[in-house]
């Protein structure tokens, strides 16, 4: 039972353009949500988070949205660069004190120059 | 800091042997986690400590995985025996204070079992 699900595997965006990547999630109670970035060969490396509370987090290139009712929440990046070809990861955290984040599949995108 | 340094990179071992992998994290922080890689499954968590103390080990996938932290800056994970289905990457992480705070990871260890 996926609970955090990024249903496109891939994603090709022409340089330049705004790439967005998306992410469900079941739980009504996940009230942190992260994205990381990994590169072939590397460990995940942390781009960018949201709280609940919040329903948009930017951070020069990087934006997350996060729409609770839809459990939806989307990284844009724009504009693409060729650099940010990577795999990418969204990760939810359950509340109540418990540091348990659940990763989704990945969502590989590949910027072309 | 070097960052989250994780051994061997790659290992190769036969079905029914026992693997260890390596883990040293950076150096004040007081989270660590053990994530398994898969194409299915993505990254999974197996178990997390803190200062030292398993704090939920419900990701260990059965009792042939252990992992211990005998001090704040080593961990391991063992399998024990070793199965084709733990072909996977193994990712160690740490962390520095509460929850909503990003975990830092390691370059992975490789494991194939044939």
């Given at each position: 039972?996926?609970?955090?699900?990024?249903?496109?595997?891939?994603?090709?965006?022409?340089?330049?353009?705004?790439?967005?990547?998306?992410c469900d999630y079941t739980n009504s109670?996940?009230?942190?949500?992260?994205?990381?970035?990994?590169?072939?060969?590397?460990?995940?490396?942390?781009?960018?988070?949201?709280?609940?509370?919040?329903?948009?987090?930017?951070?020069?290139?990087?934006?997350?949205?996060?729409?609770?009712?839809?459990?939806?929440?989307?990284?844009?990046?724009?504009?693409s660069q060729p650099g940010d070809s990577?795999?990418?990861?969204?990760?939810?955290?359950?509340?109540?004190?418990?540091?348990?984040?659940?990763?989704?599949?990945?969502?590989?995108?590949?910027?072309?120059? | 800091?070097?960052?989250?340094?994780?051994?061997?990179?790659?290992?190769?071992?036969?079905?029914?042997?026992?693997?260890?992998?390596?883990?040293?994290?950076?150096?004040?922080?007081?989270?660590?986690?053990?994530?398994?890689?898969?194409?299915?499954?993505?990254?999974?968590?197996?178990?997390?400590?803190?200062?030292?103390?398993?704090?939920?080990?419900?990701?260990?996938?059965?009792?042939?995985?252990?992992?211990?932290?005998?001090?704040?800056?080593?961990?391991?994970?063992?399998?024990?025996?070793s199965e084709p289905r733990d072909s996977?990457?193994?990712?160690?992480?740490?962390?520095?204070?509460?929850?909503?705070?990003?975990?830092?990871?390691?370059?992975?260890?490789?494991?194939?079992?044939?």
């Amino acid at each position: 039972d996926q609970q955090v699900k990024q249903n496109s595997p891939s994603l090709s965006v022409q340089e330049g353009r705004i790439s967005i990547l998306n992410c469900d999630y079941t739980n009504s109670m996940f009230d942190y949500f992260l994205w990381y970035k990994k590169y072939p060969a590397e460990g995940p490396t942390f781009l960018i988070s949201i709280s609940s509370i919040k329903d948009k987090n930017e951070d020069g290139r990087f934006t997350v949205f996060l729409n609770k009712s839809a459990k939806h929440l989307s990284l844009h990046i724009v504009p693409s660069q060729p650099g940010d070809s990577a795999v990418y990861f969204c990760a939810a955290n359950l509340g109540s004190g418990t540091y348990k984040y659940i990763f989704g599949t990945g969502t590989r995108l590949k910027v072309l120059a | 800091d070097a960052g989250v340094i994780q051994s061997p990179r790659h290992e190769v071992t036969e079905m029914g042997q026992e693997v260890t992998l390596r883990c040293k994290p950076i150096s004040g922080h007081d989270y660590l986690f053990w994530y398994r890689q898969t194409m299915m499954r993505g990254l999974e968590l197996l178990i997390y400590f803190n200062n030292n103390v398993p704090i939920d080990d419900s990701g260990m996938p059965e009792d042939r995985f252990s992992a211990k932290m005998p001090n704040a800056s080593f961990s391991t994970l063992k399998i024990q025996p070793s199965e084709p289905r733990d072909s996977a990457v193994y990712f160690c992480a740490s962390s520095f204070g509460g929850r909503n705070t990003e975990a830092f990871f390691g370059q992975g260890t490789r494991l194939t079992v044939v």
